[in-house]
């Protein structure tokens, strides 16, 4: 017996809320990294993006919006920092050797462990802070690595920001990723943000040893989503073990590894290409 239960009715609409307060601060070029599902590299990809556009001679800036989980401060090496501000009452970014400024709620955490138990509210709050309180003058690009999925943080950045160049979205080649990854797509189209292109994370295992590349996972789902929904694709990024040591030591692996940053120029080139002219 079903009693009043309607089965196959159609899910409410999704409620995005009106477009928040577009927010000031000095950057050139904004970009906004999400991905569909969680673990599929994003704060890996956004870190090393940064570093390897920094290593081209521009000023990036790099804020983990990811405010519960925020890893990009442990993968640069800078989790024991602390932010300070000015005599302007100006929040400092934290300075990398890679020529990175950085903002993570890691750096405001008494320790690394610390949780952030916070509701949605408290989190735009923060998010706001972190860009319109933070001196990023001067900065020609600020990467914006934002949590997993498409809930209440990428909403909030988004509608803080509707003039953000655009949206990178990370997958990796597995169905399930591909799948969450259209949701990003649709995410993006829903919210009004132009989508710069798609980036196949872990796709194809290079061996350290030989140099040897095997499709350990199936490899062009990023490209075959790329051209099913008319948005650029900017490249792939292989699964290397190296990525993971580094990381773990505090070491963006694009800093010491020349294949590596290969892989990452030419995703930075495609990136810069697909970005508003002055
Ligand atoms: N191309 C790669 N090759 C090998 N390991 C990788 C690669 N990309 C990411 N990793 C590893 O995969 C793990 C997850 O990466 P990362 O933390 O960047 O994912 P994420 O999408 O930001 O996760 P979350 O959803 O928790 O924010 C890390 O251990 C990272 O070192």
């Known amino acids: 017996m079903t009693g009043n239960i309607k089965i196959n009715e159609p899910p409410p609409r999704p409620q995005i809320g009106p477009p928040g307060k577009s927010l000031k601060y000095n950057v050139k070029h904004t970009i906004l990294v999400m991905s569909g599902k969680g673990g599929v590299g994003k704060s890996t990809f956004s870190t090393n993006l940064a570093v390897t556009l920094a290593s081209q001679g521009l000023k990036v800036g790099l804020l983990d919006a990811d405010i519960s989980g925020p890893d990009d401060a442990k993968i640069l090496g800078i989790e024991n920092e602390k932010i300070y501000g000015d005599e302007n009452g100006k929040i400092l970014p934290v300075e990398t050797k890679y020529g990175v400024n950085v903002i993570s709620m890691a750096m405001t955490l008494p320790t690394f462990d610390t949780p952030v138990i916070w509701r949605g509210s408290i989190r735009h709050k923060a998010l706001q802070q972190f860009l319109e309180d933070v001196k990023w003058d001067g900065r020609d690009l600020l990467v914006i690595d934002l949590p997993p999925g498409t809930g209440d943080e990428p909403l909030s950045i988004c509608q803080m920001i509707p003039n953000a160049d ?15 990854a259209k949701k990003a797509i649709n995410f993006a189209r829903k919210v009004n943000i132009p989508i710069l292109g798609i980036v196949e994370n872990m796709s194809g295992f290079i061996c350290p040893h030989c140099g040897y590349e095997t499709d350990i996972f199936k490899k062009g789902g990023a490209e075959k989503i790329a051209q099913e929904y008319n948005i650029p694709y900017l490249g792939n990024i292989p699964l290397m073990p190296e990525i993971v040591e580094d990381s773990d030591a505090g070491i963006p692996a694009v800093s010491k590894n020349e294949k590596l940053m290969e892989f990452f120029k030419k995703v930075s080139e495609n990136l810069l290409k697909n970005l508003k002219n002055d």
């Open 166 to 180: 655009g949206i990178i979205i990370v997958i990796t080649p597995q169905d399930v990723a591909l799948l969450d």
